[in-house]
């Protein structure tokens, strides 16, 4: 890395003043409403994503200057939850279970349709901007395997067929 | 790496009353109760192998290689995280422990470099040990499966480099940043094998939070963070303890050393002020000493537009003496004195002050605490009966409610700031006074309950309002007061301050504070279990500064937050030696200890072991020598180590009185802005390079401890020991602890102090005598060294500065923690890196009035005088408040500051003065005298052999 020059360790641009409006306006929100809460970081961080569909690193600042902690805490944390999207993902986030119910019964064959027709692999974007597709490890569905959640949506018994269905709406 | 002479117990001390004996591999040990079996252990001398505990920070449990068996226990217990107990039966070595730390080292290895013998921590490497101790022989897994091993290195700090392929995540560096330093910079990043140190939000170190204090490369075990001269110059091969030479803190360190180069300096663990921890300047700024702008000949000129020519040590100091001696006989036994410095030590103070009164038979001896700490001298003997800070550092750990007014301490007295955070964190409320929004006010973990943000210069207002709540709400510790203080002093101060005129209600037109939050941070003082003080330069550079120090004193007194643990009244020093070149008598009025030169005992003491006679007369403060100089009645200056050209208030003032003077001897390490103004160039010594002790804010004697040769040939209190003898005054130290029992035997509160004692004890904190053979950490127990406590009628006079039309704003000054004082050493370091100029920092509201946005040039007009800085624009400061720091010569901070000075001790009034700012495109007119005065002397010196450059590097405007 190079040696650039550091921001002077005094030098205080007033934390959240170069965001966009939206996404001030979401941490704000979201540090107002979950303040009072002990260990608040994790419930501000599900309520800016829940609004803004992810967590921008550069919001990071703002979080961390509101419950006073220092930026590194929230960074940790933030990277350590593979949910937490620190890019912005397509308008609506297809999770596809991977554990083990959902493989055993079909799980594999919906990944590797799923993949073809959104044209990406994990953790990518259609080219249409309409989808992102992630992997997860139970949904807590065994029973009616394979399960897949749309944005905040469970569905079961997901074939390739139904896959269809559900990205065309 | 830790220190090389470091023995590391692997978790840290617990205190306890209660003792626990268990047995350890059939040995068996007693320990106090809390300690976990690893450094129970480690006290009897048996390693447990350990990559995660390290005895500076508390157990994590994380590497799973000090796995023990416990009688009666399931599994393998983490000996870190485990406590002792009584008659626990513990086995730390056996084959089914060896096969499973060997399981974990395989691990470790397998994505590990095995670069060893080319790797800095070779020889230290902590990992290394361990896979020798495991008697780790294979890696089964190979070392061609995904690995960290082409993770990047990360080199933008200048001192130390991040490697991360060398990384274990073993968390320490986190850990060292968060429990020791406080700032919580490091994070671990992701998770499971993705899992890797970041500093912030993964940036590199240089941009990220982190303040370079060196606690996460100390903690780390491999070379994952190392000192980049670590890596250049490879392991020391000796280490010696010695003390920093920055702020008042007094951090010990041990210097580890290659012959006579130093490797790097390493905080030391047993230091009673710092406990292992240290800041970027001590740990790493210590560049200046072997920095090629030193002046290592001795050197005269008959005037300052004469080119300096190199001479032979005896003809410099027969020349300064003969001038000296010349000047005596010309203009009188008064028209020569001298300055001490606060950055050398005691001893080196005490000969400077002998010298003056001794040899130059007069009394005109001062010293830079003049300009800083004076009126705590002043105030705290007036109140208390000593002129030092009541506690000790660690004090603070037992405070239950800490004010800090108008001090700065995570940037000016770093490692104290770490520890007073470490109880803030613990739950300690905090009450913060000062003009300025300060770090501490808000930072991670820590919210002040109090931010009472006075306007600059009204302290005294503000003191007399929180006492006239504890008055009034009947906070006061009645008990304490009666059997402790003057009840008629007391009965006068509690009058008073309880008339309405000093409620904070009538106040708060004067401060600026509302007199509800005023109310409530009195009510949290006075009624806190233990209520502590802190204070700097704040307090003191005021018209009023002794006024202040004496009202915190009442406060302190009124609500009995004296004489114990956790509270008293505590000066935060600014140099590593202001107490102890004041304790020396660099004051014109006073011996050492204290005691005023008309006590006839005292002076009669002073004789008899001196055989001169003492003038009972006070000599010439600072100021009043350059006054004496304008009226051209004084001509000859001694200055050791002080830069009174770009310390002292009102530059061009200065400067006119030093052109006027015939001889000016400067003894320091470069040509600083004095020595331009010198006849006589002294060459002086490192810290690195002298023995001598330093004292700190608590009053803690530490020694100082010769490393390497000196540049120049002699430590400072040998030349002023061959100036005295060129003058007749007889002088045959051959080491400094002899001058050392000379104080010991001249000063009471030092009667007990000797470097045989400091050896023994590492540090002792004054008094030390027959009733304190060890020191005293705590001052004022039981009864006031005064006898009775005295309250003083501290009536709020407003400052003469005042704001008007033409300069409607108020300049106050402070520091940063990159930089030191006027930056003669720090400049010449690698800390530029952080901060290379001074800036103003100016209000929002106040920057728009005007026009100005951030990084334009602004020239700022006192009554004084004008320069120009560059803008900051932050609401840090309040409207109509400006602030800068004075650590650039070419920013003339002290060109604008004026010469309004403490009623009691002169100190000058830097925090307040009316100035006026305004958009400019060119350097003031001063500032162009500056650089051409400054390019005219750096060629008389090129002249005198040595490379000529133009004066730090003015910026080009």
Request: charged share 20%; aromatic share 6%; glycine share 8%.
């Amino acid at each position: 890395m190079s040696a650039r020059r550091p921001v002077s360790v005094t030098l205080r641009v007033e934390p959240g003043s170069d965001l966009p409006a939206d996404e001030r306006a979401a941490v704000l929100e979201a540090v107002q409403a979950c303040r009072s809460l002990q260990g608040s970081l994790l419930p501000v961080l599900h309520a800016i994503q829940d609004r803004l569909s992810w967590v921008p690193p550069r919001a990071v600042p703002l979080i961390a200057f509101e419950l006073n902690l220092s930026r590194a805490e929230v960074h940790g944390v933030l990277s350590f939850y593979h949910y937490f999207r620190q890019t912005k993902p397509g308008r609506h986030v297809v999770y596809l279970c991977r554990a083990e119910a959902c493989q055993a019964s079909g799980a594999v064959a919906l990944e590797a349709h799923a993949k073809r027709r959104l044209g990406v692999d994990f953790h990518g974007t259609s080219a249409d901007g309409r989808y992102t597709l992630e992997p997860v490890y139970c949904l807590g569905n065994c029973a009616c395997g394979p399960s897949l959640m749309i944005d905040k949506e469970l569905h079961a018994g997901v074939t390739p067929a139904r896959f269809d269905e559900l990205v065309a709406e | 790496m830790q220190s090389i002479a470091d023995i590391d117990l692997g978790t840290p001390e617990r205190r306890s009353e209660t003792q626990v004996t268990l047995q350890i591999d059939g040995c068996e040990v007693t320990v106090p109760s809390g300690t976990s079996v690893m450094r129970a252990a480690a006290l009897a001398d048996l390693k447990i192998p350990k990559l995660c505990a390290t005895d500076l920070l508390e157990a994590f449990g994380s590497c799973r290689l000090c796995l023990v068996q416990i009688e009666g226990m399931k599994g393998y217990p983490a000996s870190c995280t485990t406590p002792v107990a009584q008659g626990m039966k513990v086995t730390t070595q056996n084959g089914e422990l060896a096969q499973l730390r060997r399981g974990v080292m395989e691990l470790y290895i397998s994505d590990h470099p095995l670069d060893c013998l080319t790797c800095p921590a070779n020889g230290h490497c902590e990992l290394q040990d361990m896979a020798g101790a495991v008697g780790l022989r294979e890696v089964r897994y190979g070392y061609a499966g995904a690995n960290h091993l082409d993770a990047p290195k990360d080199e933008s700090n200048p001192y130390f480099t991040f490697d991360a392929s060398k990384c274990i995540v073993c968390s320490r560096c986190v850990r060292a940043c968060d429990e020791q330093q406080g700032t919580l910079a490091l994070t671990i990043a992701g998770r499971g094998f993705d899992s890797q140190v970041a500093a912030s939000q993964g940036e590199s170190f240089l941009e990220s939070e982190c303040v370079s204090c060196g606690a996460c490369i100390q903690a780390c075990p491999t070379a994952t963070l190392s000192e980049k001269s670590l890596i250049e110059q490879g392991q020391a091969e000796h280490s010696v303890v010695t003390t920093c030479a920055y702020c008042g803190v007094g951090c010990s360190f041990r210097a580890e050393m290659r012959g006579e180069e130093v490797v790097r300096m390493v905080p030391n663990k047993d230091g009673h002020a710092n406990h292992g921890h240290s800041c970027v300047k001590g740990r790493f700024a210590i560049g200046y000493a072997t920095h090629p702008d030193r002046i290592t000949k001795p050197m005269i000129r008959a005037s300052i537009a004469d080119p300096w020519r190199e001479v032979s040590w005896e003809e410099a100091i027969g020349h300064a003496a003969s001038e000296m001696r010349r000047i005596q006989g010309k203009y009188g036994r008064d028209s020569i004195g001298g300055i001490t410095s606060s950055r050398c030590t005691n001893e080196e103070t005490f000969l400077v002050q002998k010298l003056v009164r001794a040899g130059f038979g007069n009394n005109n001896v001062d010293t830079c605490a003049r300009v800083c700490h004076s009126p705590t001298g002043y105030g705290l003997k007036t109140t208390l009966g000593e002129s030092a800070g009541t506690q000790t550092f660690d004090s603070v750990m037992d405070s239950d409610v800490i004010m800090v007014i108008g001090a700065n301490p995570t940037d000016a007295h770093p490692v104290f700031a770490s520890q007073m955070k470490r109880r803030l964190r613990q739950g300690a409320q905090l009450i913060v006074a000062d003009p300025r929004q300060i770090d501490l006010v808000r930072t991670p973990h820590i919210e002040a309950a109090q931010h009472l943000a006075l306007r600059p210069g009204t302290n005294v207002a503000l003191i007399n309002s929180l006492a006239h709540v504890v008055v009034r709400e009947r906070l006061v510790k009645e008990d304490f007061v009666r059997e402790r203080c003057e009840v008629d002093s007391f009965e006068k101060w509690r009058h008073f301050v309880g008339e309405d005129r000093n409620s904070p209600e009538a106040m708060a037109a004067v401060t600026g504070v509302p007199a509800e939050q005023v109310r409530q941070a009195a009510r949290l003082y006075a009624t806190a279990r233990n209520g502590a003080i802190y204070y700097g330069l704040g307090v003191t550079e005021h018209s009023q500064g002794s006024t202040m120090v004496m009202g915190i004193a009442n406060l302190a007194m009124a609500t009995g937050n004296v004489g114990r643990s956790g509270v008293g009244v505590n000066p935060l020093r600014g140099q590593n030696n202001v107490q102890g070149s004041c304790d020396m008598g660099s004051f014109p009025h006073e011996f050492p200890g204290y005691r005023h030169v008309s006590d006839d005992a005292t002076r009669a003491l002073f004789e008899r072991q001196w055989h001169v006679n003492l003038l009972a007369e006070p000599g010439l403060r600072i100021p009043n020598m350059f006054e004496a100089a304008l009226d051209g009645e004084f001509k000859g200056l001694y200055i050791q180590g002080e830069d009174i050209a770009q310390s002292d208030p009102n530059t061009q003032h200065v400067t006119a009185a030093m052109t006027s003077m015939e001889c000016i001897i400067v003894q320091d390490l470069f040509l600083n802005e004095s020595a331009k103004f010198a006849h006589v160039f002294l060459p002086g010594s490192s810290f690195l390079e002298k023995d001598g002790t330093f004292t700190n804010a608590e009053r803690r004697i530490s020694p100082v401890r010769k490393v390497m040769r000196s540049k120049s040939g002699y430590a400072d209190w040998e030349i002023t020991q061959l100036l005295a003898n060129a003058l007749g005054l007889k002088m045959d130290y051959t080491h400094p602890r002899e001058i050392m029992d000379e104080i010991a035997a001249l000063t009471p509160t030092f009667a007990g102090v000797s470097f045989a004692k400091l050896d023994e004890l590492g540090s002792i904190q004054w008094p030390c005598n027959d009733e304190h053979p060890e020191g005293t950490p705590f001052m004022h127990v039981g009864s006031f060294v005064r006898g009775k406590g005295k309250f003083m009628v501290t009536e709020y006079v407003a400052t003469t500065e005042k704001v008007n039309a033409r300069f409607p704003l108020i300049l106050t000054t402070g520091r940063i923690l990159s930089q030191y004082n006027v930056g003669a050493q720090t400049r010449r370091t690698e800390n530029v890196a952080w901060h290379d100029e001074d800036r103003l920092e100016i209000h929002p509201h106040d920057a728009d009035e005007r026009g100005v946005k951030e990084g334009d040039w602004v020239g700022v007009q006192s009554r004084a005088g004008e320069t120009v800085l560059r803008a900051r624009v932050t609401s840090r400061v309040q409207a109509g408040v400006v602030y800068t720091t004075f650590h650039f010569p070419e920013s003339g901070a002290n060109v604008i500051t004026t010469e309004n000075s403490d009623w009691a001790t002169n100190c000058p009034e830097y925090k307040v003065t009316a100035v006026q700012v305004t958009r400019v495109t060119q350097p003031s007119a001063w500032q162009r005298r500056y650089q051409a005065f400054s390019e005219r002397q750096a060629s008389l010196l090129g002249e005198a052999g040595h490379a000529a450059k133009p004066a730090n590097g003015m910026p080009v405007r």
